[in-house]
């Protein structure tokens, strides 16, 4: 498996910034059908992250946003193997990494992204090993 990551993500990515209101956040995830968001700062690099589950009723609408993201946001490069991607939302459990290009935000890889490596490909499974003949050898 050699994809690289710029295979398999999402180019068009949306972003938002860490002062704008949680409702709009909200609005942009529903209008665009997305589950999440990259808060970037003003040079375009990523500082946090907003999914859906983040957004809960409760909050107050017009909060920024930055009261509310993930700031820890694991990040690959467009130019590392898909097994870098995998192997990193595998470790810490999530399902969607930002990718970036010189520290900017180039696209988002989701855990979906991923299975159209093993989608196209059917999996057979191995043979299983032929138990050894009982039989006495013959004599010649």
Request: aromatic letters at 2%.
């Amino acid at each position: 498996m050699n994809a690289k990551v710029h295979d398999l993500m999402t180019a068009a990515v949306v972003t938002t910034e860490p002062h704008v209101s949680i409702d709009r956040v909200r609005r942009i995830l529903q209008r665009n059908k997305i589950g999440a968001i990259p808060v970037v700062d003003s040079e375009g690099q990523p500082i946090g992250i907003v999914s859906t589950t983040d957004l809960v009723p409760s909050l107050q609408a017009e909060s920024p946003v930055r009261t509310i993201m993930t700031e820890k946001v694991y990040v690959v490069s467009q130019y590392d193997d898909a097994s870098v991607a995998a192997r990193i939302m595998r470790n810490h459990s999530i399902h969607r990494l930002v990718v970036t290009h010189e520290q900017r935000v180039a696209g988002m890889i989701s855990a979906f992204d991923l299975l159209k490596l093993v989608e196209g490909h059917r999996w057979v499974p191995k043979n299983r090993p032929s138990k050894p003949s009982r039989k006495k050898p013959k004599r010649v």
